[in-house]
């Protein structure tokens, strides 16, 4: 299956299943920028000449009044090869190009490249403000869609991401996966799924989302586990961070 660059890059809110409704409304209001930034605070200034996109791809029956059972989010793990993020669990997505329409489109793209996701199968549904990532201060901006037409997905090129798999949003919620990490200064949210270890930018996504979308059940945030022993007990295979 090819791309189609260009096509369906519409943000269209008004498309949302009814459980979705109260995130996509959060995005537009600006709730979840603002409950993510705090906790992307400390970051260095941005490199405009280095936007990315992500996509934010929620599954789930579209008819459904409240969270239903299938819920799920499509995330990658990035190869331990790689230069930057190594063996970090992550959304799908990457750098805009030149040719991206907008950064929907590089966000639809980025998803096909990496797990030969078919666009046509996505409902853009709102668009983040740019997010800084922390440790580099590039500039993001998160696509939260709906995914409502399941179509198969995979690893397409093993160097960049050697994993792609949908988690459950009931197993996102589960307080059991659901704990703090922190090294040096820094603390924030992350989560346990399959041995993996979900954390920094994509862990801190979730967490608000979860939060700002009402699905969040009460987990402990008081308890800090060091960063380093947890990401070399996980399946992660990081490098040190």
């Known amino acids: 299956m090819t ?16 459980w979705m409704r109260r995130l996509v409304d959060t995005v537009h209001s600006g709730r979840l920028h603002t409950t993510l930034t705090k906790q992307q605070r400390g970051h260095t200034p941005a490199d405009r000449s280095r936007q990315a996109a992500v996509l934010v791809l929620f599954a789930g029956t579209e008819t459904s009044a409240t969270l239903p059972n299938d819920a799920a989010v499509l ?29 929907v489109d590089c966000a639809l793209r980025e998803a096909w490249e990496e797990t030969g996701l078919d666009r046509r199968s996505v409902t853009p549904l709102a668009q ?7 440790a580099t201060g590039y500039p993001v ?18 160097e960049e991401a050697d994993e792609v798999f949908d988690v459950p949003v009931l197993s ?18 992350a ?36 960063l380093q022993e947890t990401l070399a007990a996980s399946r992660n295979n990081e490098r040190t961070v």
């Open 3 to 18: 791309d189609i660059p260009g096509h369906n890059t519409d943000l269209r809110p008004e498309k949302a299943p009814v």
């Open 75 to 103: 995330l990658t793990h990035r190869s331990p090869s790689l230069r930057s993020h190594s063996g970090q669990v992550a959304f799908p997505g990457g750098r805009l190009d030149a040719s991206d329409t907008n950064p």
């Open 128 to 134: 983040l403000d740019e997010v800084h990532i922390r």
């Open 141 to 158: 901006y998160p696509i939260v869609g709906h995914w409502h037409t399941r179509t198969p997905v995979g690893v397409v090129r093993p």
């Open 172 to 189: 996102l919620i589960d307080p059991k996966n659901r704990f703090m990490v922190g090294w040096g200064n820094w603390t924030g949210p």
């Open 191 to 226: 989560f346990r799924i399959n041995d993996y270890v979900i954390w920094g930018f994509t862990g801190g996504l979730l967490s608000a989302a979860l939060h700002q979308a009402g699905w969040e059940e009460p987990w402990d945030k008081k308890t800090v586990h060091n």
